[in-house]
């Protein structure tokens, strides 16, 4: 079985239109599903204190969240998600070595972002 790792790319949008006229039309992607990510989440992981509405859209093996939210602002939801075999040992490794670890507690399944010494962040899997 062909292992994989890459799981989404999220960006920042700031116009519900672009959804279909840039995503959708000129990338050619699919709107797979809609989300709201909630305040407290949001806090939590991006330090943004707001819901944000979330429209993933895709196609075969590539899967973008686009956050809708006000470009103006400095913060925002941009993170890249992979999908690693051992998320425990991935987490271990991080604190060991003093990289920014936000762990969510949920019944479903916890929610797992990382951060690199520039400030880049990954979503685990």
């Known amino acids: 079985m062909k292992e994989k790792i890459f799981n989404h790319v999220a960006v920042t949008i700031n116009d519900l239109a672009e959804i279909k006229n840039f995503y959708v039309n000129i990338l050619?992607?699919?709107?797979k599903r809609k989300f709201t990510l909630s305040k407290t989440?949001?806090?939590q992981i991006f330090n943004i204190e707001k819901n944000a509405?979330?429209?993933?859209?895709?196609k075969k093996d590539f899967a973008m969240e686009l956050f809708i939210?006000?470009?103006?602002?400095?913060?925002?939801?941009q993170h890249i998600c992979i999908t690693v075999n051992d998320r425990k040992q991935v987490i271990k490794k991080t604190q060991k070595n003093n990289y920014p670890c936000t762990i969510i507690k949920r019944d479903t399944s916890?929610?797992?972002?990382?951060?690199?010494?520039?400030?880049?962040?990954?979503?685990?899997?």
């Open 28 to 31: 050619g992607l699919e709107i």
């Open 41 to 43: 989440i949001s806090s």
């Open 110 to 125: 916890d929610i797992v972002f990382i951060k690199d010494k520039s400030n880049n962040f990954f979503e685990i899997k």
């Open 69 to 77: 939210a006000n470009k103006t602002n400095y913060r925002n939801f």
């Open 53 to 58: 509405e979330v429209i993933v859209v895709g």
